[in-house]
C-alpha cells in the first residue's frame, strides 16, 4: 500500500478496564475489540493517552518483528498501561533493541537451547516425583497450586538460574511481590532491587567458574567483558520471575483438565499426544489479563492501511492473534489433534520468551506425573468455587482444591 492510500481516519478509543475475571473466560472487551476492527485504540486505566491494539495473526507477528516499533523508546513514555506502577530498570532485556538485545539474549542462550534444557530434565522429574510422593502421601484433599504447581517451577528455574535450594522461598516472595499489581509500586520496587542485590552477588560469585547455569554464564559473559553487570542482573531478574509463569499456565491447564474430563480420559488414554496437546492448551488458557509491554513507532508505519504515526504507542494482543480464525479454524475449541499449531504463547520476534522450551517440558512433566500417578484426579469443589487471583497481571488459580 503507498503513502498516499494509508488512511488518517482515527478508530474511537475503547476504554479497557482492569477485570478480575473467573476460571478461563476471555476477556470480553478483548473479544469486541477483535470484533470491531483489526486495528483499534485503546485506554487502559493506568498511565496517559491512548494506544493502538493490533489483534490479528499476520499483524501482530509483523509489529513485534518491524524494528520501527521500539521497545526502548517506551522508558520514558508514561504510556496508557494495566499496571498502576511501572517500574522498567534502564538496560533491562525486555526494554532493549537489536542489536543490544541480541546481545545480551546470546550471554544466556546456552542454558535454553534444547540441550540446555534437557541437561535438567531429570532433576526436574525427580524433583516433581518428591513433591507428588508427599502429595500421595499426605492424602485427600489437597490444595494442587500449594503443594505442586508453585514449588515445582520455583525449583527448576532456580535450578537453571543456578539459585541455592535454601533461597527458593525468598525468590518465589519477591516475585509475587513484583508480579502483583495489588501492592503500591514502593513494594515491587523494594522487591525487585532486592532481588537484583541477590543475583549481582551470585553472578559476582560464579563469575570464574565453569558452571552451565544461568548464573555462570552471565558471570563469565561480565568478565569478558560482552555484557555489563547492570545487564547481567537484569536479564537474571526477568528470567527468575519468567520461570513462575509456569505455575500460573499449569493452574490453568489443570483447571481446565478437571473441569473436562472427556480431554483428561483422553490424554490418559493415549499419552503419545500429550506435548501436542500441552501446545494446544498453550495456545487456548488466557494467560495474562489485557496486554503486556507496549511499543513506540520510531517513524510513520503502515499497518491495515491506517497510518501509525512516529511517537504513536502500540500494544499486540497474543492472546487475540491465538484465537484469530483465519490461522486456527474453531478457535475456541480445544483440539489435541490440532496441527500445525503455531501460537504466539511465548511472543514471536526478537523478544520472544527464551524459556518457551523449559515451560514446554515442566508442563509435560506434570501431565505425566499427576495424571499417571492420580488415576482419580478430580477437583474438590465446584468448578466456580475455585478462586483466581484477584488485581494481579498474570491470570491463575489462586488455589485448586483436588481430591482423588
Known sequence: MTEETLTEILPPVRHWPALDLNGVAFDPVLTELMREDPLTRIQLPNGEGWAWLVTRYEDVRMVVNDPR??????????VTRLAPHFIPARGAVGFLDPPDHTRLRRSVAAAFTV???????????????ELVDELIQDGPPADLTATVLTPFPIAVICELMGVPAADHRVMHTWTQLILSSAHGA????????????YFTELIGRRADGPGEDVASLLGAAVGRGEVTT???VGLAVLLQIGGEAVTNNSGQMFYILLTRPDLTARLRAEPEIRPQ???????????????????????DVGVR??????????????LAANRDPDVFPYPETIDFSRTPNPHVSFGFGPHYCPGGMLARLESQLLLDALLDRLPGLRL??????????????????????VTW
Open 277 to 299: 496437546a500441552v501446545d494446544e492448551l498453550l495456545r487456548y488458557i488466557p494467560h495474562r489479563n489485557a496486554v503486556g509491554l507496549s511499543r513506540i513507532a520510531t517513524e
Open 69 to 78: 516499533f521500539s521497545r526502548e523508546a517506551v522508558m520514558d513514555r508514561p
Open 186 to 197: 514502593d513494594i515491587s520496587e523494594k522487591a525487585r532491587d532486592e532481588m537484583g542485590a
Open 115 to 129: 540441550k540446555g534444557v534437557e541437561r535438567i530434565r531429570d532433576r526436574a522429574r525427580r524433583m516433581l516425583e
Open 230 to 232: 547492570e545487564e547481567a
Open 305 to 318: 492501511g491506517v497510518r501509525i504515526r512516529a511517537g504513536d504507542a502500540i500494544y499486540v494482543s497474543y
Open 380 to 401: 474438590a469443589v465446584d468448578a466456580e468455587k475455585v478462586p483466581f487471583r484477584k488485581g494481579a497481571l498474570i491470570r491463575g488459580p489462586e488455589s485448586l482444591p
